[in-house]
């Protein structure tokens, strides 16, 4: 064992599972949109003496290119499967497949570096890195992947431009207001041009009009690349802008409007 | 209207937050424990020291009230106590005469044997029967040579019975003796008393000690102050009439600075323990903040957020103290050997058969710990107090705050290194102000720490993240974000490093100006004296015919005899040691401070002739004279006499202070004319060991010899020098693990802090290998700081310990010696230090739920 696999061993969780090399075949990973296939999924957490189902028995797929949202109110699951397919946490049962690749059977080192490379987030209350500029907040996640800086910054300094922050690169996260950080977070989540965009309540803490700016503004920069969104959200207006909408109550998947203009439902 | 306030939910948030973070307050709780535990150790060790030597003198006193002693090392003439008996006075008189011995039979471990006469005891001592009867033992005692009583508790310790035979060693010198008597005081006290004593009848007791015909002193018991005047002027010049407190209060001064020292030394553990305990309330009121300014919002009031803050911290510190005496006890019956074995070395001799837990030691643990601990919580309960009633306010407004006080910081560091250089350069101020001097100094060091992390990482964040990519960048920043509470971290292992790297000078310094100066002074080839009853100092004479027979050994080309003896040196009323030499044992080689001018480089001529005294620096030094004085007047037994001083030399094997006179002088004036020790210089082409071997088997039967040659007795002299600092590296190394405990404290609670903002580094891709690297590279660069300030500080620390404690503590003038060593050393001490208490919190990290970190507010 070398030293530097002795290293990452030693703070990795343990795990009998493969591990997802980092350079994955070019037919893996689509370079626009991501096709996620769900199966069965399933999730529980352990309440003293309880065990409370959050995701039971979830089934389906999101298309490349697509923009999805998953609608339900506070506690419904939205959040737990938005975790569950960037792999931030590992379901009871079932299974997530990215393009094909199983990120559920990964061990936890692989699903990092699946989600550092191929998976963009933006959560509701932003999340900066406090310590960190603008533009350092955005170079991060290539950073961490070892990108060159010269590299990184380029993307940065682009999306930035487009989210309308480019006279703010050097500024620190407290000193921007709730939408402008968002639009930073917005600006980091597509840095490293992912497949795939994570969004979970991002104009939950935004005001309306600040809200709809900044959903504008996520939306241009994914649709227009055609890369696929997920979005959680309680709010009804903004599943009218989205190519389908599912409707997720106490860990169910209840209803899926396939059409929201028409509003057209079916019962799963 | 009277309002009524319940604490009664407060103290239920308090539990809880207990329940919730109980391994922060376990670290704070083993930090105060250890901080009061070494304390309690020294405290304890020193005072049954000291017990046990007052014991074992008041057993000797008695009901004394004074006491006639002889100014001249030889004893009290018998005969002077007979005239005094035929001036029928009406004060109770009895003669004592005492001396030092080793018994095989009792663990082979010093005694005190005391010769009295039970004839007049009573009034005096109770051990042998009441008033004017006497018991069987007595008559005993009286009757049979080499009858000896000793104490039940003795006996039962070694399996002694009457009739037991005993084998006394007394410098050398072995004798047989007979248990004739066992007493059994009633009270413990004198049980304890009595465990080092062994009483014998007067005319043994100068016969077994060589003193036949003199009296070691005569106790008296007078009431009447006329009674007290007729007998001081009965007394022929030689003779002085003392009060029985004033040798016990003489034996206690001696150890003063020495005890001082080792407290002082024990109070820097408890010093960082404060860091800690600041640390950690400082922490538990900044997570807290949202939730006290919702309870300030529904109405607690300010005062009752104080008193919660302080509450817990009185709590977990009265755990902690409690805990810290326990362990005091333990350590402290551990270093007691250590102790008296440094005391037996340098200052009087003592056996500790008895740890004694003193209630002013438990009573002084427990109230510095909890009152240390009060101390380090008032600022953060402050903070608390001042909690706005609002519910968002945020850690960074405290952070906001550090950063806005930083300059302040440095001003106070300012004003505190110039009081404490105040302090040090206040001569008469003594130990005391010195040592407030340093802890003056350490606490400003620790107030620049702030500002100096600030500075540092700020510039270090640019460069980290040429070397280490973003997390080097992120580290620094880190750091610098949680200023309040790393800062406090990394001034505790710098004040605990500091300590390391100030001591280690100060004792290499030490022990190099020790080596040098043994070199330059002992030039004989051949040292020989009595077997030392303790460790280091001959407290016997050397048989004359061995004296007269080694000075004319063939092979031998010259012999210098010594002689030793306490002396009161008037000029300064207290006691000094003497010396008497027939010859320079250095062959001029021995290093001066100061020679009067008008005698050369070489002194020892003028000494010779009988013209003046040589004196040691430790003379000059604790009486605070700026230049050496022009005479010393010394008491002698033909009465007060003032010799020039001729030079001022080095002596580190005093502290008291050493008069060196030359060896007639000395006879004619304290009618002694023995021999302590010998050094002979052998002849070119002779062997130095075979010669040693030879004296040894020699003399083997008449007397035991130490006859040691010039390297060993320098070894032995390192090695008693090692001895004596082995407790110091003890304590130093403990201030480190108290200040370990708070690195890791601060660690575990910055990452708990931080879970959230790490869970998102690791939803964002970072690995469980890179958050790893964070966190040691945040923990490392915390300890390189702690090191790279320790350094400069460290050395500071030694010069105060060298320069300005060593002199006032005890005279001693020492070469600083710096080595690159000690820096370096400490240096990796204060990494891996760091990095150890950094590795808990990152494996930990490692393993953390994203999701749930995520979801953490």
Redo the contacts between chains.
């Keep these: 064992m070398t030293a530097k696999t002795w290293w990452s061993k030693l703070f990795a969780s343990n795990t009998s599972q493969p591990a997802f090399s980092q350079n994955p075949s070019a037919t893996v990973i689509a370079s626009q949109g991501a096709v996620v296939q769900i199966d069965k999924l399933g999730k529980e957490f352990q309440e003293g003496e309880i065990q409370r189902t959050v995701l039971q028995n979830v089934t389906l797929r999101f298309d490349s290119g697509e923009f999805v949202v998953l609608l339900g109110h506070s506690g419904s699951g939205k959040s737990t499967l938005l975790n569950l397919i960037s792999g931030i946490d590992k379901p009871s049962s079932g299974t997530v497949r990215i393009n094909d690749l199983a990120i559920t059977e990964l061990d936890e080192r692989s699903r990092t570096l699946f989600r550092r490379d191929y998976i963009g987030f933006v959560f509701q209350f932003f999340n900066l890195i406090p310590t960190l500029t603008v533009l350092e907040n955005v170079t991060l996640p290539q950073e961490l992947a070892g990108r060159s800086s010269t590299v990184a910054q380029q993307s940065a300094l682009h999306l930035l431009e487009r989210v309308g922050l480019a006279d703010r690169i050097h500024t620190y996260p407290d000193k921007l207001s709730g939408g402008q950080q968002q639009r930073v977070a917005i600006a980091r989540a597509l840095a490293h041009d992912p497949a795939l965009i994570l969004a979970d309540e991002p104009t939950g803490n935004l005001d309306e009009e600040t809200g709809q700016r900044v959903l504008q503004i996520l939306l241009d920069l994914t649709r227009n690349t055609g890369k696929t969104l997920i979005m959680a959200t309680h709010n009804p207006e903004i599943a009218q802008l989205a190519d389908r909408v599912l409707r997720v109550q106490d860990g169910h998947l209840t209803r899926v409007i396939v059409h929201p203009d028409a509003l057209e439902e079916v019962v799963v | 209207m009277t309002a009524v306030i319940s604490n009664r939910p407060l103290w239920r948030l308090a539990w809880q937050r207990l329940r919730q973070r109980p391994l922060q307050y376990l670290l704070c709780i083993v930090g105060i424990a250890l901080g009061v535990a070494m304390m309690v150790s020294i405290d304890l060790a020193n005072g049954s020291a000291q017990r046990a030597f007052s014991l074992s003198t008041d057993a000797i006193t008695g009901r004394a009230t004074h006491r006639i002693e002889v100014i001249a090392p030889t004893g009290v003439d018998e005969s002077i106590y007979s005239q005094l008996r035929r001036m029928r006075h009406h004060s109770p008189m009895a003669p004592v005469v005492e001396g030092y011995t080793l018994v095989e039979e009792l663990g082979a471990q010093p005694m005190r044997l005391v010769g009295v006469d039970v004839f007049v005891e009573a009034p005096f001592r109770s051990y042998f029967g009441d008033d004017e009867r006497l018991d069987a033992q007595s008559v005993q005692l009286l009757t049979e040579p080499g009858a000896i009583v000793l104490s039940q508790d003795l006996a039962t310790q070694y399996d002694l019975k009457l009739g037991s035979e005993l084998h006394l060693d007394i410098a050398g010198q072995h004798r047989t003796a007979q248990v004739t008597g066992i007493v059994a005081p009633n009270d413990t006290l004198n049980r304890r008393a009595l465990s080092n004593l062994l009483f014998t009848d007067i005319a043994t007791a100068q016969e077994l000690l060589g003193q036949v015909g003199r009296l070691s002193h005569i106790d008296l018991i007078i009431n009447q102050p006329e009674e007290l005047q007729a007998i001081a002027a009965a007394l022929p010049t030689g003779l002085k009439l003392e009060t029985a407190e004033a040798q016990k209060n003489a034996v206690q001064q001696m150890t003063a600075a020495f005890e001082l020292n080792l407290t002082a030394l024990s109070l820097l553990a408890l010093v960082v323990g404060m860091f800690l305990i600041y640390n950690t309330v400082t922490f538990s009121v900044i997570q807290r903040r949202p939730i006290f300014g919702i309870l300030r919002c529904l109405g607690v009031t300010q005062g009752q957020l104080f008193t919660l803050i302080l509450a817990e911290a009185a709590l977990f510190s009265v755990v902690g103290s409690i805990l810290g005496v326990g362990l005091g006890i333990v350590l402290g019956r551990s270093i007691v050997g250590l102790i008296t074995q440094t005391i037996n070395d340098f200052y009087f001799v003592v056996s500790v058969q008895q740890v004694t837990l003193a209630q002013s030691t438990l009573f002084k643990g427990l109230t510095v710990g909890v009152a240390a601990a009060l101390f380090a919580s008032a600022l953060p309960a402050l903070e608390a107090m001042n909690t706005a009633p609002s519910l968002i306010l945020q850690r960074?407004t405290l952070e906001g705050k550090v950063q806005k006080l930083l300059p302040k910081l440095a001003l106070l560091w300012v004003g505190l290194t110039l009081a404490g250089v105040a302090l040090l350069r206040w001569q008469t101020g003594g130990l005391i102000a010195a040592f407030s001097g340093l802890f003056a100094v350490l606490l400003g060091a620790a107030l620049l720490v702030p500002p100096l992390v600030s500075l540092g990482m700020k510039a270090l964040a640019s460069v980290g993240?040429q070397v280490a990519?973003?997390l080097g960048?992120?580290a620094p920043?880190?750091i610098?974000?949680s200023l309040s509470r790393t800062s406090v971290a990394i001034a505790a292992l710098m004040v605990a490093v500091s300590v390391i790297v100030g001591v280690s000078i100060m004792v290499g310094s030490f022990r190099g100006t020790v080596v040098q100066w043994l070199d330059q002074t002992l030039q004989a080839d051949i040292y020989v004296s009595p077997p030392t009853t303790t460790a280091n100092r001959v407290l016997g004479k050397l048989n004359p015919e061995i004296v007269e027979t080694l000075k004319t050994w063939d092979g031998i080309r010259l012999a210098v005899s010594y002689n030793d003896a306490d002396v009161r040196v008037v000029d300064f009323d207290r006691q000094a040691k003497l010396i008497s030499a027939d010859g320079d044992v250095s062959q001029g080689k021995r290093p001066y401070a100061w020679i009067r001018p008008d005698l050369g480089a070489d002194p020892w001529k003028a000494l010779d002739t009988g013209s003046g005294a040589i004196i040691s620096e430790a003379l000059i030094l604790r009486e605070n004279l700026a230049s050496p004085p022009e005479t010393i007047t010394l008491e002698t037994p033909e009465g007060d006499r003032t010799f020039p001083v001729l030079a001022v030399f080095y002596d580190y094997s005093s502290d008291r202070g050493t008069i060196i006179l030359d060896n007639d002088l000395y006879t004619a004036l304290w009618h002694d004319d023995r021999v302590a020790s010998l050094g002979l210089f052998t002849a070119p082409d002779v062997s130095v060991e075979e010669t040693v071997a030879v004296i040894r088997t020699h003399f083997k039967g008449r007397q035991d010899l130490l006859v040691q040659s010039n390297r060993s007795l320098r070894q032995g002299s390192l090695e008693i020098f090692d001895r004596t600092f082995a407790i110091t590296s003890a304590l130093r190394l403990l201030a480190v693990v108290v200040a370990f405990i708070g690195v890791l404290s601060t660690l575990m609670s910055l990452q708990l802090e931080r879970t959230?903002?790490l869970g998102?580094?690791?939803?964002?891709?970072?690995?469980?290998?890179?958050?790893?690297t964070l966190t040691l590279l945040e923990t490392g660069l915390m300890g390189t700081l702690a090191g790279i300030f320790a350094m400069p500080l460290g050395f500071a620390l030694a010069w105060i310990l060298i320069y300005v404690i060593n002199v006032r503590s005890f005279g001693w003038t020492l070469q600083m010696a710096l080595e690159g060593r000690y820096f370096w050393q400490a240096l990796l001490v204060a990494i891996a230090a760091a990095l150890l208490a950094g590795l808990y919190p990152?494996?930990r990290?490692?393993?953390m739920?994203?999701?749930t970190a995520?979801?953490q507010e």
Excluded: C, F, K
């Excluded at chain 2, 998102?760 to 790893?772: F, K, V």
């Design positions: 960074s993240y990519g973003v960048r992120l920043r880190d610098v974000r959230r903002e998102i580094l690791r939803a964002m891709g970072m690995t469980p290998r890179q958050l790893g990152a494996l990290l490692g393993r739920n994203i999701a995520v979801r």
